[in-house]
């Protein structure tokens, strides 16, 4: 049976039931097909495919032209999964008129849901004003990737209680801003509780413990597919990169081998037509 659109009160419904909402990032058709088969409910288009599927060493080279490429790639793949775009680096940063814009794109021109911001009480004003623009917002705080150079690296946060009444904090900002979920990243458990027993909306957690209303991987440490580095938080489910390899290896030892077309990969030349061939190339002096 298809399942009918995922929203923000199916969202709210399943926090309220206590299901664990499901989320995970995608960046292109073919994995949005199989994230929409599988019924992940949230689906990230993160601008972790300026790393995963680019090939930078961080998420700040990231555009706003490349996030809504991908964006609508996964629509057409994921027509009912609820679909958020996730802010680029210096999309949101530099005034609300321009963040407005920028978010208007991944809605208008990608059919998103919703779009993903990174910080706290710091962008608390453009939530605010986003979501006065009909613009659902997620937050996102914790370990917020485009802050690498403030944060000095990919570092787990709110470890000690000072900086966890911090992450607290800036949680219940982004609800009184009108954020409609907020996403925690590499916090202590202990920490995503606190935040998710305060709140009235969902809070998702990756690498934030099991306390979240719904958790996060981003699909290619999932699938065993980026091994540049592997955060502590994930859990592999498949070794994409061994198979892929393997079929690389084997495809290309059949190439050199000789054994690759075989017959059944060839297109026949219709009966008869061989002889003509020969005798037309002869006419033209071609053989
Ligand atoms: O870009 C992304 O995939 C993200 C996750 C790291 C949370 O923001």
Not at 100 to 110: C, D, K, L, V
């Amino acid at each position: 049976m298809e399942r009918s659109k995922v929203t923000i009160p199916t969202l709210v419904e399943k926090m309220q039931k206590k299901q664990p909402i499901t989320m995970l990032t995608c960046y292109d058709y073919p994995t949005a097909l199989l994230e929409e088969r599988a019924g992940i409910d949230i689906i990230l288009v993160g601008d972790s495919l300026g790393m995963t599927v680019l090939g930078y060493d961080s998420t700040l080279p990231v555009t706003m032209d490349v996030m809504v490429v991908h964006a609508q790639a996964v629509r057409r793949g994921a027509p009912t999964a609820f679909l958020i775009g996730d802010m680029p680096y210096m999309s949101y940063q530099v005034s609300i008129p321009e963040a407005i814009r920028n978010a208007g794109r991944f809605m208008a021109e990608a059919a998103c849901d919703a779009v993903k911001l990174e910080g706290g009480r710091n962008v608390a004003d453009v939530v605010a004003a986003l979501t006065k623009a009909t613009i659902p917002v997620m937050g996102h705080i914790g370990l917020t990737p485009q802050s690498i150079a403030q944060l000095g690296g990919f570092r787990a946060q709110g470890r000690d209680a000072e900086t966890a009444v911090h992450v607290i904090e800036d949680a219940k900002n982004l609800e009184e801003a009108g954020a409609f979920a907020i996403l925690l990243e590499a916090i202590p458990p202990e920490v995503a509780k606190v935040v998710a027993e305060r709140a009235s909306i969902p809070i998702i957690g990756i690498g934030a413990g099991p306390h979240t209303h719904g958790q996060l991987l981003i699909v290619h440490d999932l699938l065993g597919f980026f091994d540049r580095f592997t955060p502590k938080f994930v859990k592999k489910y498949a070794d994409l990169n061994s198979a892929i390899t393997q079929a690389f290896t084997a495809y290309k030892d059949d190439v050199v081998g000789g054994r690759f077309p075989e017959p059944q990969h060839n297109y026949a030349l219709k009966a008869g037509e061989l002889a003509k061939l020969g005798q037309l190339l002869k006419d033209k002096g071609l053989s």
